[in-house]
């Protein structure tokens, strides 16, 4: 059972990427799913949510109308369509599946800069 993230990089201020977090040994479909960042000496940070079945999402006031969370449960995969990044994005982000006591990545790291 596992979650494992990937799309990070490294990208200029303004540009955009695109995160992927596939599960593996049970299925996405019943769960909550979420994407989290911590960046250096701060505390882990919620940045997007979506229900089980997409329909509901929610997203830190921060990343608000420039990120987009998205999943295809068939595929068993959660996204994150990151866009007009900034120097304040970078951050190891984090996938995070409601199941249980939870279930979480390794991280992908992001880095915004010129």
């Known amino acids: 059972v596992q979650v494992v993230e990937s799309g990070g990089g490294l990208v200029q201020p303004g540009g955009s990427l695109n995160l992927s977090c596939v599960a593996s040994g049970f299925a996405l479909s019943r769960y909550e799913m979420r994407w989290y960042r911590q960046a250096p000496g701060k505390e882990r940070e919620l940045v997007a949510s979506i229900s089980s079945r997409g329909g509901i999402r929610n997203y830190a006031d921060s990343v608000k109308g420039r990120f987009t969370i998205s999943r295809d449960n068939v595929k068993n995969t959660m996204y994150l369509e990151m866009n007009s990044l900034k120097p304040e994005d970078t951050a190891v982000y984090y996938c995070?599946?409601?199941?249980?006591?939870?279930?979480w990545g390794q991280g992908t790291q992001v880095t915004v800069s010129s």
């Open positions: 995070y599946v409601r199941r249980l006591a939870g279930v």
